[in-house]
């Protein structure tokens, strides 16, 4: 627990612009492989950082200990960085920032009493049994629980002041199965926003989807190859949530955009079908919480929902300050730091495609010869906005009715052209958020949708 | 640091109760981030920052927690107890864990690699005349990196290292990239200066416009660089003993089916550059050398204790992951000056990208060309190729399609800051296939 109030340091400012910041991270995770536990452990990241601005260059610092001394050292270095650069280059003198003031607090911490090690180790052996003694056919099963507690207060030197514990929590099983002895393997995740007292309770509430997961994985030791080639192909929504993020997401954050990315040609442009609008949530759609919600960023700004893509026209890109500077447009508070001792960056929250009017029935009925491509594994895309990521779970859509499941495949293409294939969009939304967003610094994210019909590029055997 | 973890790791020791094992791992750095864009600094960092994790096994139960230190070493002995207590309430209430390792003491070690850095003040002067006149956008690294682990049986180990890296993209007008990283423990002013000056050089053939390459085969030549990302792929289902025994390692067919590679391709794991530390978190001390595939044929995988004891085979003391900590690709006869000659017309690939398995069991490897590739014809380079697509096995492209190896092993290295700055890095040569297939 740190610090809510840490206003009193604002005495310790220089004369530029500062941002102080104290953090702490905790996670813990437990792992149980064929039963036996393989792993059980916890850690505590937690320190402060100052940032400070002036005439086009930041300083920056960081320090593990949380006292007055260190506080004040952080901010001595990063002023001492910053006027360095200063002096050698007066190219950028007079630039400024947008002001952005914003006070806020927002506390996830559980009010249920704290569970001990050993009864999230007898939740995931309840489970394991489950696995054990209903599906003799899985051959390995991996069963993990994992949660992150993100803990940070700020002070900036414009006076605004946030406080927040956003936390999240997450069960993932990985099972397998054999298929001429070789192990064919299907994972799952469950959880999100909250701590493991709140999101997971009792054990049996999971027996249902383990053995949809089983029947998926059963289906897939029976699986066939996918034939290679662009084909026809419904994204359910944890692929399309996944290709939304990293593929199109990515390219439009503004520091990318700076750097080079393909989407800084776009803007104003259609870029993807129309019956596609791509939107980076703050914290809340239609006021259901998102899995990853932001209310103020890490330089004090607050954070607003940023229609990336409306009706197929990029419209927006995300911004922390000096993006929005260089772009002349307002910060969209995506500033966003990993560990205490992590630079803010402009990163995504929770970035989604938004629901058309199809049913998922409908458009897998409206295919003659495709795929319904539902489950992704690895996969990365870049500021061209090329992506390559494996498909671990898919059925064949032979006259409008699913086939055989797919042994793991591949998906890639351009994604600016593989949304303007976009020609069907169901009308439900899933978010997905066990994973981590990758940029110099991991960093939770959610990322959703609904399924979208398109074609897409398949790698086969 | 090296007496801040020992004063805590000595104290904590005195602490045990009978039945206890504690084992301490310590990771720290100490770091100068200089952030370019447009060839500019636009930020400058330090970080400070070091962390231990406690590893307490009572009656074969084992669990763990690891925290940030203030650096006050009275404070973080009191936090170190405080966790202790806490793993002691803990480590009862589990169950028993059949494979586990119980620490030994086999010897301490103390692995000191200095460098000689560019100061804080120099750095900014040093790094940017040699940038001028091109975009660059990129970061420099610079600083102490240190590993402590400690058991209570009284094994100690220590390593430290300075290094540095210089990670960028250069950039032309319509946004073609050349990606180059120089790294070292020793900077050296005029080699920093001939290696930009080679990476503007190759900026200038990424002007010409880019052909397009239909999908098909190739002869290729795929740069140091784009081999080390092959390489990393062997950390991943690859080497690992326990992914071959649990039939999900692309190297099953090497070891159940006696597939060679060629007698070209030979891999070691190689401690001696000293970029990383040869104990692992278990505080057990890798060989200097592992070779791993021997003029291609599957020598030794990767055991750690765990996979020892659960597989009743040998452990070669490799880490958690049995990942490739210090990945060594032996150099070939092919001149380097010589590469271009000896594609006559085909590929040179400077940079992969994207790498996934396509077909793990089978050793298929997906992914993209990326930055400095360039189409080759009669010798010499005629323009860069558009960004495409390879899906091929490496018991093909480091099999019989695997014609030549360079004689220049370069030092890739992780340039990763996910949580902590990264250590070590691949040492490869370049290799020249008779054969490379491009897809989409």
Known sequence: MINKDICSYSSMFPKEYTELRVQENRSNGVALLNGDVVSNGKSTASGVSARIFKDGHWGFASNPNISDDAVESVIRSSTDNVRFLNKRDTSRCGIMLPETFSNFEKDFTSQKQKNSQKHWIDFLKSLDDYIVSKHPKITSRTVVIRSLDMEKSLLTATGSTSYSMTPRAHLMISLSADRDGQPVELGEAHGGLGQLEDNFDNPELYFSSIDQQVAHLLNKVDGVYAEAGEKEVILDAELAGILAHEAIGHTTEADLVMGGSVAGDYMGQQVASSLVSLIDFANNVNDVTCPVPVYVDDEGTQSEDVTIIENGVLKNFMHNKDSARHFESTPTGNARAFSFSDEPLIRMRNTAIMPGNDKLEEMISSVEDGYYLMKPGNGQADSTSEFMFAVNLGYEIKNGKLGKALMDTTISGVAFDMLKSVDMVSDDMTWVSSGMCGKKQPMPVGMGGPAIRCKVNIGGR | ?440
């Open chain 2, 1 to 440: 640091m090296e007496n801040k973890f020992n004063n805590i790791s000595d104290k904590m020791f005195t602490l045990l109760k009978e039945g206890e094992y504690l084992t301490l791992s310590f990771s720290s750095e100490n770091t100068q981030f200089i952030r370019f864009s447009q060839s500019k600094i636009r930020q400058t960092g330090l970080v400070d920052d070091a962390t231990l994790e406690l590893e307490l096994i009572f009656d074969n139960r084992t669990c763990g927690e690891a925290f940030t230190l203030s650096g006050d070493t009275e404070a973080d002995i009191q936090k170190s107890q405080v966790v202790l207590d806490t793993l002691r309430s803990e480590v009862v209430q589990l169950p028993e864990d059949p494979y586990i390792v119980l620490p030994e003491n086999n010897g301490s070690s103390c692995d000191i690699h200095a460098g000689s850095l560019l100061s804080v003040e120099d750095a900014a002067d040093a790094l940017t005349p040699a940038m001028q006149g091109v975009d660059l956008a990129g970061i420099f690294a610079s600083g102490k990196i240190y590993r402590g682990n400690a058991n209570s049986l009284g094994q100690k180990h220590w390593f430290s290292t300075e290094t540095f890296s210089l990670d960028y993209s250069l950039i032309t007008e319509d946004e073609k990239m050349v990606k180059a990283t120089f790294a070292g423990s020793k900077w050296n002013q005029s080699e920093y200066e001939s290696f930009m000056a080679a990476s503007i050089k190759r900026l200038e053939f990424m002007k010409r416009e880019a052909i397009k390459v239909e999908p098909g085969e190739y002869r290729t030549y795929i740069a140091s660089p784009g081999v080390r990302d092959i390489l990393d792929m062997f950390s991943w289902n690859g080497l690992s003993e326990a992914s071959i025994q649990q039939g999900q390692s692309s190297f099953g067919r090497m070891r159940n089916e006696k597939y060679n590679l060629s007698p070209c391709f030979s891999l070691n794991e190689d401690f001696r550059s000293g970029s990383v530390p040869r104990f692992n978190d278990n505080g057990e001390v890798s060989p200097d050398v592992l070779n791993l595939v021997n003029s291609g044929q599957l020598e030794n995988t990767l055991i750690n204790s765990r996979t020892a004891k659960e597989y009743n085979v040998i452990s070669n003391n490799a880490g958690g992951g049995e990942g490739i900590r210090a990945p060594y690709m032996a150099a070939g006869e092919l001149p380097e000056a010589d590469v271009l000659k000896k594609i006559g017309t085909g590929l040179y690939l400077g940079n992969l990208h994207y790498l996934n398995w396509s077909d793990c069991i089978g050793g298929r490897i997906t992914g993209m060309t990326r930055y400095a590739c360039f189409w080759v014809e009669n010798g010499e380079i005629i323009a860069p190729i558009q960004n495409m697509r390879f899906d091929d096995s490496f018991y093909n492209f480091f099999g019989e399609n695997l014609e030549a190896v360079s004689n220049k092993v370069e030092f890739n290295p992780e340039v990763g800051t996910y949580e902590s700055r990264s250590l070590g890095g691949t040492h490869c040569p370049g290799v020249l296939l008779s054969s490379f297939s491009l897809t989409l």
